[in-house]
């Protein structure tokens, strides 16, 4: 199925909705970017960049409202929700010059998940963590580290990525590696064992501890994404071929209490019921800089269930721990969620429909469509889909639509469905009255001095197949029964 945004016109009575001001970055045209434009929904009502469009066609499924409508002036889709903090709205003007407007930011993205600001207290990236801010009885002899460096993947607009090293700990009795490990978490090192679970990556909601910046050790996941997307570049100090792979592991779990706790670690000592998804990659070879896409594997999917209440992710240099060698090293950069909006079918009273380029004819319409006659199937683990109906002068219009839970992408197709033509019997010429002017353009057909199709199918009164003198006294008694 293809996108489209092109909308036709549509007047339809409005619901109600809440009027809200949206301050956020305008792009004109794709090229010139504005900071600190307001945008306005009120009712049915959009501004933008001091254009108005009115009567826009309103829906609104799963808390994310949906607006579109075109005028002579100005075509419009615009999206938002979350207690109506964000808001996204493109809108294209008769000339031609398009406005995108969106306000979302990062809200839906992990904070100083590019690692640009590195904190002078700890050393580490805000919010992300090390060994440096790590606990437990052997913390201090960690020295596996995990630092600011320029070097970074390529198209970066930015100028630091994290390195994340191995070392070797002297336990006096025999050496072993502790893998390089990064977390949003915390980091906890209590076991001369590397393989004992009480070395871990921790995120648990209800301590206090903070690290030297006063962040807590704890992420909220805004909204389910659906995959997530990092770079890396990975190599090893001393090739292992029986160790040979570096490990990411994301973690989404809701705030289910385990043993008193809204707690999740890795790795797991026990059986963890709050896991809501997981998105993992344990084979991540050598390599240079590398963009890696990994999926969200869901284990609920139901509505109750749409946002998990936080995400843990660890990043380490092998992926059996204890493994690999001294000084292997990860560098990772640029670490997004993404939330897919895909329609995959619709449906009208049960038909299943075909598309070309977007759009779906479903020819002349008996009676007025309404959004409940169509379903829509879709992707998008946080996304929500709807359809919206709405009437011209001669067409219903159905825009069937998927929106991603960051609201920044839209799969949106239209239903075409024509009204039917309100014909008068009698009425050849089609001037809204039956009289002697319809008897002789039925003469005319009969002579064969009318070649118009229009009037030819409307001089057929008796459904015969024949337009003869049967027709005229049709029309006549018709004219007749008027009086």
Known sequence: ??????????????????ATNYTGTLTVNNAT?????????EDNTVTLNGVTVADCAVNTVKGITTLVNKTAA?????????????????????DGTTY?????????????????TWTASSGEPQYW????????????????????????????????????????????????????????????ANSATATNTDNHSEMDRTSTRTDK????????????????????????????????????????????????????????????????????????AVCNWTELSIPFVYNHTTDANKNADAILVTMSTNATPGKGSKGDQ????????????????????????????????LGTATEAPVADDFAVAYNGASASAGCTVVETEDSYIAYVYAVSGDLLTTDVYTVVMHKAEETIPGDVNDDKTVDIAD???????????????KYISRSDLNGDKTIDIVDINAIINIILNKK
């Open 1 to 18: 199925m293809k996108k489209i945004f092109t909308l036709v016109t549509a007047s339809v009575v409005s619901m109600t909705v809440m």
């Open 33 to 41: 970017t504005q900071t600190g434009v307001t945008a306005t929904i």
């Open 74 to 94: 100005a075509q419009v889709v615009a999206h938002y929700g979350y207690d109506s903090a964000y808001a996204v709205i493109n809108m294209t003007l008769a």
């Open 100 to 116: 995108y407007f969106e306000n979302v930011d990062k809200s839906f993205q992990l904070p100083n998940s590019d690692f640009e």
């Open 129 to 188: 963590h090390g060994f440096k801010s790590a606990y437990g009885g052997l913390a201090s002899m960690a020295k596996s580290t995990f630092v600011k460096d320029t070097n970074t993947r390529p198209g970066s607009t930015g100028s630091y990525s994290g390195l994340i090293s191995s070392s070797e700990v002297n336990l006096g009795i025999a050496k072993i590696v502790a893998n390089g490990t990064m977390t949003n978490g915390q980091l906890k």
């Open 213 to 284: 910046d006063g962040n807590p050790f704890y992420m909220k996941l805004p909204a389910r994404p659906d995959s997530i997307k990092v770079w890396v570049k990975f190599s090893q100090g001393t090739a292992n071929k029986n160790y040979p792979y570096a490990t990411f592991n994301a973690v989404a779990f809701d705030d289910t209490s385990i043993a008193g706790k809204t707690y999740y670690q890795d790795p797991e000592d026990k059986e963890y019921t709050n896991v809501v998804a997981r998105a993992s990659n344990n084979t991540i």
């Open 330 to 361: 990860i560098f990772i950069d640029d670490l997004t969620l993404v939330y897919k909006a895909e329609v995959t079918s619709v449906t009208y009273k049960g038909q299943q429909l075909s598309f070309t380029d977007g759009t779906c004819d």
């Open 439 to 453: 008897i002789n353009a039925v003469v005319k057909i009969i002579l064969n001095q009318e070649k118009d199709e």
